[in-house]
């Protein structure tokens, strides 16, 4: 209990992005069509947030590490949470995607 209080404030473990992107994890953009066309992280998936539900096959290894993103990390805050409702294991909220975008290239 007290570490899922933790990581909601953001007192949990660090996560190394640019490790998992460097083995491979997938980058979720879950932004619109639009916002994604206006700027985004190079190689990374576009499923906006309404329609992911009906886009799960594409991702289709639930033990494959996924970065979600979108503006300012509420969509994929949300992303996460329907990504882990259907199985997928390794999920992480990289929170708005130009700020992930820098995380990930350190």
Wanted: aromatic share 6%; hydrophobic share 35%.
């Amino acid at each position: 209990m007290m570490n899922s209080i933790k990581q909601l404030l953001g007192f949990g473990p660090k996560i190394n992005y640019a490790e998992l992107v460097k083995n491979g994890a997938i980058i979720l953009d879950v932004r619109t069509k639009g916002e994604y066309a206006a700027g985004h992280i190079n190689g990374s998936l576009n499923i906006s947030l309404d329609s992911l539900g009906a886009n799960l096959s594409r991702l289709k290894d639930k033990n494959k590490p996924i970065i979600t993103c979108c503006a300012s990390g509420m969509r994929s805050a949300s992303a996460k949470n329907i990504l882990k409702s259907n199985g997928y294991t390794q999920v992480h909220n990289g929170g708005g995607w130009y700020g992930l975008q820098t995380k990930i290239r350190q």
